[in-house]
T-cell receptor, first 117, second 116 residues
């Protein structure tokens, strides 16, 4: 009963291919996120969705398209993969912040290591 | 935009000793949260501790505690009685509200080595 799960955990593909990473959370959270961790371990947000609506799009190339079929799922589709896309991609989820003292801690999935050859 | 700075790329500590990891941040928000996440070699991001900025009392979680200095915008993590399992990358993060959604802004991390 993993809280935030991602598939696959490892993805190796050729430049130019299109690939998807799936994320599911069973915490009943309203908001989901995608973060990218580069080779230097730096983590940066890419997108956030709240109840299937895109809220944050952090200057990510439009080759990256998140899709949220329902509030428990947020998938990441990447077109025309480039060498620089190699990274670890983390999905996360949190409850909305409803005011002081509300829980908004983000819980992370196990990450997907994407390697583009 | 918020920034989070971790000035120690690497730290080491002897088992059973105490170590402090530094973090400073810059924010214009009045209501924000601060976090420490741990990333062991398994790469799972694990929440260690969180602090609500409006609370003056420093958060503690067992052997982990923070020294939150709001005026100085400092948020250090103290690990007491260090254990081999504490070896990991530690990331400091602050939350920023953007378009009604939170986002975490991370520091570059501190790699902690625990020596037996």
């Amino acid at each position: 009963d993993t809280a935030v799960s991602q598939t696959p955990k490892y993805l190796v593909t050729q430049m130019g291919n299109d690939k998807s990473i799936k994320c599911e959370q069973n915490l009943g959270h309203d908001t989901m996120y995608w973060y990218k961790q580069d080779s230097k371990k730096f983590l940066k947000i890419m997108f956030s969705y709240n109840n299937k609506e895109l809220i944050i799009n952090e200057t990510v190339p439009n080759r990256f398209s998140p899709k949220s079929p329902d509030k428990a799922h947020l998938n990441l589709h990447i077109n025309s993969l480039e060498l620089g896309d190699s990274a670890v991609y983390f999905c996360a989820s949190s409850q909305d912040r409803t005011g002081r003292g509300s829980t908004d801690t983000q819980y992370f999935g196990p990450g997907t290591r994407l390697t583009v050859l | 935009a918020q920034t989070v700075t971790q000035s120690q790329p690497e730290m080491s500590v002897q088992e059973a000793e105490t170590v402090t990891l530094s973090c400073t941040y810059d924010t214009s928000e009045s209501d924000y949260y601060l976090f420490w996440y741990k990333q062991p070699p398994s790469r799972q991001m694990i929440l260690v501790i969180r602090q609500e900025a409006y609370k003056q009392q420093n958060a503690t979680e067992n052997r982990f505690s923070v020294n939150f200095q709001k005026a100085a915008k400092s948020f250090s993590l103290k690990i007491s009685d260090s254990q081999l399992g504490d070896a990991a990358m530690y990331f400091c993060a602050s939350s920023e509200l953007q378009g009604g959604s939170e986002k975490l802004v991370f520091g570059k991390g501190t790699k902690l080595t625990v020596n037996p």
